[in-house]
């Protein structure tokens, strides 16, 4: 696992980090809960576009209280959108620049890697300067932008930043001005100066036929692929260019030995961290289409919990989703379980779901997904999920849920979060509810905040100070879900003589329409 | 340049019928009189479809296409051999085996050249056919289309075409400039217009001060070759999709001309196949749209004409500023006969055609549909009557004012009353939304009912019958009466009288809707 570097004071070789304050690396999120909580699809998301980086880890480990405000500064300076502009802007430019120099080492010929190391020499010094810009034009916030900028504002400062500049871009305009004569037949090439008395030949025939054009034509122009690197023939033809132009390459091969290496260590490293803030924000602009926001929380120092809006990353994330119904969630700070009852195919599991993740982002610094959220930071997201039905071995299926609780029970505190999902579901119900019971009165002896799916209405009123949430269907249409899970008492009832309702309702809707 | 035939002014592209004619194809009984029009073509009868069947014109358009097809039925020749002319040219692709679906510029250009070199032999006999004819037109859509071929496709224009194409043959090979992109490989290229060289600067070519330098490829480097073709596609690239383009062009020209001039040749067949028959045929005068004027003498059913190649009997139409045309009447009577010859003179003369009748006056429609009887619905997702409750409501989603709506015998998959209820509602609400409707009906309640409103904007037919029981098939404006007939059939069938008699309203016996 790599390390991160601690953050420097203001003005040395290296700016601080942007990710941490002491260097220390937290706590990996618990495998099951990283299963059950979908955290996989999630993180899968965050890094698609950033292979190179290697960053799953920075995504799943919850870290310090101090480490948490310490992102959330950073957050919210990237909320500026100039600064988020900026900054992505650099990191693009940084890809592009280290892209470009893996690939050039793998050319053939010199004069092609030179030409490329000129190249992006021009667009380093534009991505340094941009990011110069983004900090200093902002009014930051965050202890660590502030450190990026002075260091950056030396950089940009020093001798050899300045020459690199005016070297390349003297050398750019030179080779913009070197144009050449080819003339192509089947096994030679000829290379001379530029005729200026030969005029473009194209406009020329498309004029001829212009009085035929009818509307916007299909376009028949050919997608030519050039090879990244060159072969024997454009070697030739770039050694008549460089006899015809000898000045120019001269002073590029000078320029190759001078600058190279081209990035300094501590800027990579700095464009790396910054994607833990991007992915972020990246994956927040990309599921806002389905009505859902993100958002910094609020971390409160004791255990209430409130939700605006929270919703189900995985759920977001899915192509097919088109649109959310996002959850709300009150609860005081005595108010540790919670049990959530309702139809099937209601929402249950995804509001459990929404809950675990919401805690376990919180607790690694990120954004969450919901508008607006206040909660405690957890120590632990642990999850007991019901695998699925398996009718041969509901035996084994009831001893490892047993196991599993059992497992869990030893170690929690009362700044853990437990989500039970149908858990004892391989049983009698008798026996469920039992077990249930059971295990509920020693959830509640944890201290530790626990929410609890299950088909048992009877388990919502565990003790007085139970929370009973049912996930809601439409009072006229009970086939339709509302997947709103609201706070009310569990009442089996509702559905079924809804249900009953409904059959008129559908007749007489059909036959208003047919007659109008 | 466009042919302009079917639209004077601004392009609007080729016809487009709404997606939903099938029905009304059918009910209507379009497809023989597509037949008559395409006289063995197919790709006429998809012109006289397509130009049928799009969203009517205005009285200037109709105006505009009439005086085209005034031209077309006096010069038939003439616009055969145009059609011919067009048509052919369209075929260029075919003949010189060309093949644009490719990503090889180079083949590109070879195959949009020789497109081009085979359509510029039929411009040139369009440019002949122009002067041949010259003055013989007196439609502005036929001569303004042959003055623009006169001045746009003269001699000048061909030679430079041809010179042109010559010039794409690159047979000196391609000349072109660029400038060294990032990886020291050439970027921007741009495709000269070199001269010829001739013989004394090739010489010079070899002295030193001209700085010239040659890389010849060694023997066998295919790899080398396939570099060289790739730079010289980069040349080419620009100039091969403008040929391209141009080919395309100039064969939607040809296609666009031998689909409109194709739409008159078809009125034309038409036109042939009814004189044979002896049908009379007239020019319609359109009326403003404002004005709703629906007036006919001795209209007959085209469709009925083609089909039984025979001259049916006309019907007598004054129905200027009517909202409804009710029809009712003895079964047999000619009663669809006459929705339908509505319906197609309508459909026609909103599309610029001759109609079938010795003279017809009308205002263009908002678009013919229909609402007919259906077998049941063999997918068993409806009843009968549901099934017409939800045709019907398809149907209300499409119609906007001054609409024609023909109904035939809708609503009578249930009882009498209740499918009058449901008709009336439906035929009140239609009217007041400022659609016309024809409807041809049984329901007895139903055309009694609107009968007793005595609305001036109603008008009653009854299909006639004579005393005796015999069928005049003619339409007379006359008051709805409580009974079809139906008896009559069941005699003629069965050859005795019903033994089960139904009294009602003091009229005719009548068996419960006889089928």
Not at chain 1, 30 to 58: F, I, N
Not at chain 1, 465 to 475: F, I, Q, R, W, Y
Not at chain 2, 119 to 147: K, N, Y
């Amino acid at each position: 696992m790599p390390t991160i570097a601690p953050p420097g004071p203001v003005g040395t070789a290296a700016p601080p980090s942007l990710l941490t304050t002491d260097g220390s690396m937290g706590q990996p999120l618990d495998p099951e809960a990283r299963r059950d909580l979908l955290v996989d699809r999630l993180v899968e998301r965050l890094t698609s576009q950033r292979g190179e980086y290697d960053l799953d880890h920075w995504f799943t480990t919850l870290v310090s209280a101090q480490d948490v405000a310490y992102r959330h500064e950073v957050f919210t300076d990237l909320r500026m959108p100039d600064v988020r502009v900026g900054l992505t802007g650099f990191s693009r430019g940084l890809q592009h620049v280290r892209q470009t120099l893996a690939m050039a080492a793998t050319l053939h010929y010199e004069a092609e890697q030179q030409r490329w190391f000129l190249q992006v020499a021009r667009d380093y010094v534009t991505s340094v300067r941009g990011l110069a810009d983004t900090l200093r034009a902002a009014t930051l916030r965050s202890s660590a932008l502030q450190g990026l900028a002075t260091w950056v504002d030396g950089c940009i400062g020093s001798p050899r930043f300045e020459a690199i500049d005016a070297e390349a871009t003297e050398l750019l305009e030179q080779f913009g001005r070197s144009r050449y004569r080819v003339r192509v037949r089947d096994d030679w090439v000829e290379v001379r100066p530029v005729d200026p008395d030969e005029p473009e030949l194209a406009p020329a025939v498309l004029a001829t036929f212009e009085r035929f054009r009818q509307g916007a034509p299909k376009s028949y122009l050919q997608q030519i692929r050039d090879p990244g690197a060159m072969d024997h023939v454009e070697a030739a033809i770039a050694s008549f260019a460089a006899r015809l132009y000898p000045q120019a390459f001269a002073a590029l091969t000078a320029f190759c030995h001078r600058y190279d290496p081209l990035v300094p260590e501590p800027l990579t490293r700095v464009e790396r961290e910054l994607q833990f803030y991007l992915a972020y924000l990246d994956l927040a602009d990309a599921t806002a289409p389905k009505g859902v926001s993100w958002s910094l929380p609020d971390i409160a120092s004791d255990h209430e919990l409130s939700i605006r809006n929270g919703f189900d990353v995985a759920l977001a994330l899915r192509e097919s989703t088109e649109h959310i119904a996002p959850n709300d969630c009150e609860l005081g700070s005595d108010e540790r379980l919670v049990i959530v009852t309702g139809p099937n195919q209601g929402g249950k599991t995804t509001f459990a779901r929404m809950l675990g993740q919401l805690h376990f982002l919180a607790a690694t610094g990120a954004l969450v997904p919901a508008a607006s959220t206040r909660l405690p930071l957890v120590d632990r997201v642990v999850t007991i999920f019901e695998r699925g039905e398996n009718l041969d071995d509901l035996r084994g299926h009831l001893r490892d849920d047993l196991i599993r609780a059992h497992g869990i029970l030893e170690h929690l505190t009362d700044a853990s979060l437990v989500l039970l999902n149908e858990v004892y579901s391989s049983t009698s119900s008798d026996d469920a509810l039992a077990l249930g019971q059971d295990l509920l009165t020693r959830l509640e002896a944890s201290g530790a905040r626990s929410v609890c799916v299950t088909f048992l209405d009877e388990l919502s009123h565990h003790s007085v100070t139970t929370v009973s949430m049912v996930a809601g269907v439409h009072p006229d249409d009970p086939t339709r879900r509302t997947y709103r899970v609201e706070r009310r008492r569990a009442d089996g009832l509702a559905y079924a003589r809804a249900l009953a309702q409904q059959h008129g309702l559908t007749a007489e809707a059909l036959l208003r329409r047919l007659l109008s | 340049m466009r042919p302009r035939l079917l639209f004077a002014g601004q392009d609007r592209g080729y016809p487009k019928p709404p997606p939903e004619v099938g029905d009304l194809e059918c009910d209507l009984g379009i497809p023989p009189v597509l037949d008559a029009m395409a006289s063995g073509d197919a790709y006429l009868r998809d012109v006289a479809e397509r130009v049928l069947l799009s969203p009517p014109l205005t009285p200037e358009e109709i105006d505009y296409r009439l005086n085209v097809l005034d031209d077309c039925l006096h010069h038939p020749d003439a616009i055969r051999e145009l059609y011919e002319l067009a048509a052919t040219a369209t075929g260029a692709k075919r003949r010189v085996h060309a093949w644009l679906s490719t990503d090889r510029c180079g083949a590109i250009l070879r195959s949009s050249a020789a497109i081009l070199r085979d359509l510029a032999v039929h411009l040139e006999r369009l440019h002949d056919f122009a002067l041949e004819h010259h003055g013989q037109f007196r439609s502005s859509g036929l001569t303004a289309l042959l003055a623009s071929i006169e001045r746009d496709l003269g001699d000048d224009y061909l030679a430079q075409v041809r010179s042109y194409l010559e010039q794409l043959k690159f047979s000196g090979g391609v000349v072109l400039t660029a400038r060294l992109g990032p990886g020291c490989t050439g970027i921007d290229y741009s495709l000269r217009d070199a001269a010829p060289t001739p013989w004394f600067t090739r010489l010079s070519d070899s002295l030193p001060h001209h700085r010239s330098y040659t890389y010849h490829l060694p023997p066998r480097d295919e790899y080398g070759g396939r570099t060289l073709e790739r730079i010289r596609d980069h040349g080419i690239n620009e100039v091969a999709n403008a040929a391209a383009q141009s080919a395309d062009h100039v064969l939607d020209f040809f296609r666009r001309l031998a689909f409109e001039v194709g739409f008159y040749l078809a009125c034309v067949h038409l036109h042939e196949d009814l004189a044979r028959t002896g049908v009379t045929t007239c020019r319609p005068t359109p009326e403003t749209e404002e004005s709703r004027a629906l007036t006919a003498r001795a209209l007959v059913d085209v469709g009925l004409a083609v089909r039984s190649q025979r001259a049916p009997v006309g019907s007598d139409l004054d129905a200027d500023g009517k909202a409804l045309i009710m029809v009712t009447g003895a079964n047999q009577g000619g009663k669809s006969t006459f929705l339908r010859a509505i319906g197609l003179a309508q459909l026609m003369f909103d599309a610029g055609l001759f109609v079938t009748a010795d003279r017809f006056r009308a205002s263009p429609s908002a678009g013919v549909f229909t609402h007919y009887r259906r077998e049941e619905d063999t997918t068993l997702r409806h009843g009968k009557f549901d099934d017409e409750l939800v045709r019907m409501s398809q149907l209300v989603d499409r119609l906007t004012p001054n609409a024609i709506a023909l109904l035939d015998e809708s609503f009578s998959s249930t009882n009498e009353i209740e499918g009058s209820q449901v008709a009336r509602d439906i035929v009140d609400s239609l009217v007041t939304a400022g659609v016309r409707v024809c409807y041809v009906t049984h329901l007895y309640p139903l055309a009694h009912g609107l009968a007793q409103q005595h609305d001036p904007r109603h008008l009653f037919f009854r299909a006639q019958r004579d005393p005796g029981g015999l069928r005049s098939y003619r339409i007379i404006p006359a008051e709805p009466e409580a009974t079809s007939y139906a008896v009559d059939q069941f005699r003629e069938v069965f050859a005795e009288p019903l033994r089960i008699k139904a009294d009602r309203s003091g009229g005719q016996a009548e068996p419960q809707q006889s089928r």
